[in-house]
């Protein structure tokens, strides 16, 4: 691995659930582009779950339920962290978003948005993840999280050049990549959305706003290419999705959390059109 690259944590939490969505509760923090990708699942397939939301400003404790819409009101927790604790008093990693949780068990089932999505998917039908085009979804989600979604954090948290450069290279040559991809066909993977598509969404739409000021993806903006613009815009506007995208906390969220990218904590005013809803 390049010296200075940023390397996610692995997930801790991937167990299946027992029983139904009636038994489970939702944490998110919608300025979270892998929460999104849950928030945006549920709000599509109607599924019935609870969901609480933590705060888009993160400091050392981590995901925090400050009061106000940012309350959890299924266990009371202050900090996300609390969940944690409660499935695995051992665990010493960092506390992300989302997170599954069995009411009933009192535990955290599953803490990476790839299953999370899968599992709301089944719940609600399979629409999404039909059989007969999973090996064409999975491989699409492979190299489109590598390079792209995963992409704009190494090239954010990279610290060395090199390390950026590799990064930065891989976020552009996948966008190149969904250009190509998308100049004969509606989605991902045709005529019909699936669930690479939901996956790669909240990615898209924090781009120009965040991803190319705040983490150096400046290549070209998401506006710069029409078809990925058209397709942007196309999700954004199917029932419900536009729900689960609040730029405020997004924007509040990467800009005032990362304080040795941005320690003035100074929110960027724009872009003044995001291309989404015209
Ligand atoms: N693999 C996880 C990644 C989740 C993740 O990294 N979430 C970030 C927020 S965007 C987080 O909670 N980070 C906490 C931290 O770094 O302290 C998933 O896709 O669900």
Same mark, same amino acid.
């Given at each position: 691995m390049t010296a200075g690259a940023f390397v996610r944590q692995k997930s801790q939490f991937r167990d299946r659930p027992e029983g139904g969505p009636d038994r489970h509760h939702l944490y998110v923090a919608l300025a979270c582009p892998w929460s999104q990708r849950a928030a945006i699942v549920r709000a599509v397939t109607g599924l019935e779950i609870g969901i609480s939301y933590a705060h888009p400003y993160r400091d050392?404790? /981590?995901w925090a339920f400050t009061g106000g819409q940012f #309350?959890?009101? &299924?266990?009371g927790f202050e900090l996300l962290q609390q969940a944690y604790d409660? $499935?695995?008093p051992s665990f010493e990693g960092r506390v992300s978003v989302p997170v599954l949780w069995d009411k009933e068990a /009192?535990? &955290?089932v599953n803490n990476e948005s790839a299953? &999370? #999505? #899968? &599992?709301?998917d089944e719940w609600t039908g399979g629409r999404f993840y039909p059989a007969d085009k999973r090996e064409e979804i999975d491989a699409l989600n492979a190299w489109i999280y590598d390079e792209f979604q995963n992409g704009v954090y190494r090239a954010g948290f990279s610290r060395s050049q090199r390390a950026y450069d590799e990064a930065f290279r891989g #976020?552009? $040559?996948a966008l190149e990549r969904m250009e190509a991809l998308l100049a004969d066909?509606? =989605?991902l993977v045709g005529d019909a959305i699936t669930l690479a598509d939901w996956r790669l969404l909240p990615t898209l739409l924090r781009f120009d706003a965040v991803y190319h000021t705040h983490f150096r993806c400046n290549g070209k903006r998401l506006i710069e290419y029409p078809n990925l613009l058209? =397709?942007?815009r196309d999700l954004y506007q199917q029932p419900h999705v536009a729900e689960t995208f609040a730029l405020d906390e997004v924007k509040e969220h990467y800009y005032t959390t990362h304080d040795e990218l941005n320690p003035k904590r100074i929110i960027p005013a724009g872009p003044l059109d995001l291309g989404f809803t015209a």
């Open positions: 050392e404790r /981590g #309350v959890d009101d &299924i266990n409660a $499935s695995d /009192g535990r &955290i299953d &999370i #999505v #899968v &599992i709301f #976020v552009f $040559s066909r509606r =989605y058209r =397709y942007t």
